[in-house]
């Protein structure tokens, strides 16, 4: 057994990621500010279901309270840290900037000023494929560019890289930062276009479909995620575990134990498929709303997986419609429940 201390334990991510550790019979920590940049109940709901589970701790606090944060791990001493906590979305960094600041890099630094105290067995950090930018090449590998991101967010998750970095070399925190790419399932967050293209067909509402629909994305679906960081968990980033293959770049730093790697199928979907996915998946047709692409997009997304499979054996490969099937189902549930609630008020 082992005990995981995880960040945003009851978003999207860090609810699924604690529910899969908790069932496989580990400890868990969870700690989330609880922040309002969506339904709240939501995030409550996703928390009472780990609650279940007698292994699990929950402490609310934000992760820019320094005193809270380091209360609840070292009470916790927890031998993994998995850091998902962020203020996450490309369009909200244009209307709320300062919140990106305030966790995203704040935030962050304060976990790694924990790690330095702490000393965990090993440091997991959540970025995103939104740092790659204006990289033309793809798919997108872990050794391309990203020093040009297109939007407030992408900055702040590039600069959390950076420092964590920083932080593996001095102090000899063992770091591996995953960049995900387009994570969607069940559970999932009100602002993601999964959750906001199904709430508009079923209520008979037009969506929006940004870039006029010639975009793709490289969806993963969220078991697969959780499937590939519990794998990363036991990859600890050192010399011993470096990748030595032809076909493959290591990102393993030569000057600390830090390694990047994509979290992904390497399979892009493109906007309209995705939409008639979910047209299938719901028996509904939707109204189209073309709209132009939205600051700090960018019209494709698609991962290398090579290091992810060299290090883990395991490569996402969820099918869409298998994804989107599962999430559908869990949405007419979800909304059957809050709509039972409110008459029940």
């Not at 609810?15 to 500010?33: F, K």
């Not at 299938?280 to 047709?285: A, E, F, L, V």
Request: charged share 20%.
């Amino acid at each position: 057994m082992t005990h995981f201390f995880i960040t945003g334990s009851a978003g999207f991510i860090g609810h699924h990621l604690a529910r899969r550790l908790l069932a496989d019979g580990h400890e868990v920590t969870g700690y989330d500010g609880m922040t309002s940049y969506y339904d709240v109940t939501l995030k409550l709901r996703r928390n009472a279901e780990l609650a279940r589970f007698p292994r699990y701790h929950f402490v609310q606090a934000m992760l820019e309270d320094r005193a809270a944060l380091h209360r609840a791990a070292e009470q916790a001493a927890p031998e993994v840290i998995v850091h998902l906590a962020a203020q996450a979305g490309v369009r909200y960094s244009i209307e709320a900037p300062d919140t990106y600041v305030d966790s995203n890099l704040r935030g962050s630094f304060e976990i790694l000023e924990l790690a330095r105290a702490l000393q965990p067995r090993h440091l997991l950090l959540a970025s995103t494929s939104s740092v790659y930018g204006a990289n033309e090449t793809i798919p997108f590998s872990e050794s391309h560019r990203a020093d040009e991101p297109l939007s407030l967010y992408a900055a702040t998750k590039k600069g959390m890289e950076a420092m964590a970095h920083s932080y593996a070399h001095l102090f000899g925190i063992p770091t591996t930062i995953f960049r995900f790419f387009t994570v969607y399932g069940t559970w999932g967050r009100p602002d993601m276009a999964l959750f906001k293209f199904v709430d508009a067909i079923l209520d008979g509402r037009p969506i929006d479909v940004y870039g006029h629909g010639a975009m793709a994305r490289d969806f993963t679906y969220v078991d697969d995620l959780v499937e590939a960081i519990v794998r990363l968990s036991g990859v600890i980033p050192t010399e011993a575990s470096r990748v030595i293959a032809p076909d493959v770049e290591d990102t393993l730093s030569r000057n600390a134990p830090s390694r990047v790697v994509n979290i992904a199928g390497g399979h892009p979907t493109e906007l309209m498929d995705f939409i008639r996915t979910i047209e299938r998946c719901t028996g509904r047709s939707a109204a189209l709303n073309m709209m132009e692409m939205q600051p700090g997009d960018v019209p494709r997304t698609y991962a290398d997986p090579a290091l992810l499979t060299a290090l883990t054996g395991y490569t996402p490969a969820t099918p869409v419609a298998t994804g989107v099937q599962h999430f559908v189902d869990w949405y007419r549930s979800w909304r059957a429940e809050r709509a039972g609630s409110a008459a029940a008020a």
